[in-house]
């Protein structure tokens, strides 16, 4: 059973609130719904499934929305820690 989908997205547009409005219509346009439409995250329900998006804020930061996103919690929670303790 999937609980839910993550993705780790990175905006082709640097203005985000077009970008915003142009997500938001894609959904409601398949016949999903935005539950939640921030910078960090984004919530949207499509056939029973919770879809949640991460806008990555550069090409630099892929690799760590991607782990943030998508990694288990034990698993991101522990990586936040030795990246803090090492300065990141």
């Not at 640097?14 to 960090?40: A, H, M, N, Q």
């Amino acid at each position: 059973m999937v609980h839910d989908i993550d993705f780790a997205v990175l905006p082709k547009n640097s203005d985000f609130e077009p970008w915003r409005e142009e997500v938001k219509r894609r959904v409601e346009g398949i016949g999903g719904k935005v539950i939640s439409f921030g910078e960090v995250i984004s919530n949207f329900l499509y056939k029973g499934v919770q879809i949640n998006l991460f806008p990555c804020p550069s090409d630099d930061a892929w690799g760590v929305t991607l782990m943030w996103a998508t990694g288990p919690k034990g698993h991101t929670m522990g990586m936040t820690i030795k990246a803090r303790k090492k300065g990141c």
